[in-house]
């Protein structure tokens, strides 16, 4: 007998991390699998956002993916996009932890099986970049945002239930074969080799980093210009010259004011034991 209440979502996996952490990147990898679809930052669907917000980064409003998605308590979201895209898996990159922590507790009711990756990189790398993009915030704000979103982060992890790993950045932009191959064994899904050509695939990502997004349009030929125009100006020739190939952004340490590291360390020093990376 056929069994009307069979899902066609079988999976959500969460990638939790601060701002600038690579969870962009880790989206597209994952998305790239035939049974993953990545949906970027959920949240941005709500209609608290403004519309350009809550459309796809690539297609905007008329994105075939997202411009049929109904978001209301009653309808299950992530059945939807499964049924839209035929992909039994869906990626969600939400940087809204309390948000994150609500869909955990809604899809436990269901039949989706739930997963957790806490993407962690080096604060230090995190708050220069945000300082970057915003040089006229309070430093010790920065610092201190970071903390709580990271403290947050671990707190989620410790109480969430399904599977969960933890994944340096650094690791996955040095190692990305064997880290994508450790993270499909994690998600239960077979290694394929195509994952590592994310930006030969179809994408549909609401929010996210706009450099990573610039370097997919870049290599599918799409409308560059809207994306490079959201690309703060002082990383626009970076993002224009680089190539496709995946590897470690530490430009930070360059950039970095020593003042600023200084400080960091003295606020935010125990936190970032886990998150150093010094290689
Ligand atoms: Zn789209």
Not at 49 to 68: A, E, L, M, Q, T
Not at 208 to 219: D, E, I, R, S
Request: aromatic letters at 12%.
């Amino acid at each position: 007998m056929l069994n009307y209440l069979q899902k066609i979502n079988q999976k959500v996996c969460f990638i939790c991390s601060a701002n600038y952490s690579g969870s962009t990147l880790l989206g597209f990898i994952l998305g790239s699998h035939q049974n993953c679809f990545y949906s970027g930052e959920f949240n941005k669907k709500d209609t608290n956002y403004s519309i350009i917000k809550r459309s796809c980064k690539f297609c905007g409003v008329n994105c075939p993916v997202w411009k049929d998605i109904i978001v209301t308590d009653c309808v299950d979201i992530y059945e939807q996009l499964s049924i839209k895209t035929q992909k039994t898996i869906v990626i969600n990159s939400t940087k809204d932890i309390s948000w994150v922590e609500e869909q955990i507790a809604t899809l436990q009711k269901t039949s989706s099986r739930l997963y957790f990756i806490f993407l962690q990189r080096d604060g230090r790398a995190v708050i220069n970049s945000r300082i970057g993009k915003y040089p006229q915030e309070d430093v010790k704000e920065v610092i201190n945002t970071w903390k709580e979103r990271i403290s947050k982060i671990q707190e989620l992890y410790h109480k969430f239930k399904g599977k969960k790993i933890k994944l340096h950045y650094e690791n996955l932009a040095t190692n990305t074969e064997s880290v994508t191959r450790t993270l499909c064994d994690f998600l239960e899904i077979d290694y394929q080799p195509q994952m590592l050509q994310y930006y030969q695939h179809e994408h549909h990502p609401l929010g996210g980093n706009n450099g990573t997004q610039f370097l997919v349009a870049k290599a599918q030929n799409k409308d560059l210009q809207r994306l490079l125009l959201n690309i703060q100006e002082c990383n626009r020739d970076y993002y224009q010259n680089r190539g496709l190939e995946i590897n470690l952004d530490l430009r930070w340490r360059q950039e970095i004011d020593p003042n600023v590291e200084r400080l960091f360390e003295e606020m935010a020093g125990k936190e970032n034991e886990e998150f150093k990376w010094n290689m």
